[in-house]
């Protein structure tokens, strides 16, 4: 069994910032991938950040240089700073990770109960 437990979700004006943490546990062997996602009501789902065991990270254009990805592999936890937020950066953020759980020979992927972020102008 494999949970990702998301919190920091919250309401903030434009121009204010959060902290999103999301903590993977079960019988996790490695996590390879850990990312953000965010669905606004009525929009698919998107990736917002990605960040890799090793440290390297990718983000969608619309949070570059706003937004930043962190990740503790020793907590098996990926964060992720929010700031200069924006009304068009409400949604729900959903947590991902893509690991292989203990005694597995295959990589999963794993989704967070998502956690509403609200910006309001």
């Known amino acids: 069994q494999v949970q990702l437990v998301e919190s920091g979700g919250g309401l903030v004006q434009a121009g204010g910032s959060l902290r999103l943490s999301c903590a993977a546990s079960?019988?996790?062997?490695?996590?390879?991938?850990m990312a953000w996602y965010r669905q606004a009501p009525g929009k698919q789902r998107e990736l917002v950040a990605g960040i890799t065991s090793g440290g390297s990270t990718n983000y969608a254009d619309s949070v570059k240089g706003r937004f930043t990805i962190s990740r503790d592999n020793a907590k098996n936890t990926v964060y992720l700073q929010m700031n200069s937020l924006k009304p068009e950066d409400t949604a729900v953020y959903y947590c991902?990770?893509?690991?292989?759980?203990?005694?597995?020979?295959?990589?999963?992927?794993?989704w967070g109960q998502g956690t509403q972020v609200t910006v309001s102008s």
């Open positions: 991902n990770a893509l690991l292989t759980r203990t005694g597995g020979a295959y990589e999963y992927s794993y």
């Open positions: 079960g019988s996790i062997f490695k996590i390879n991938v």
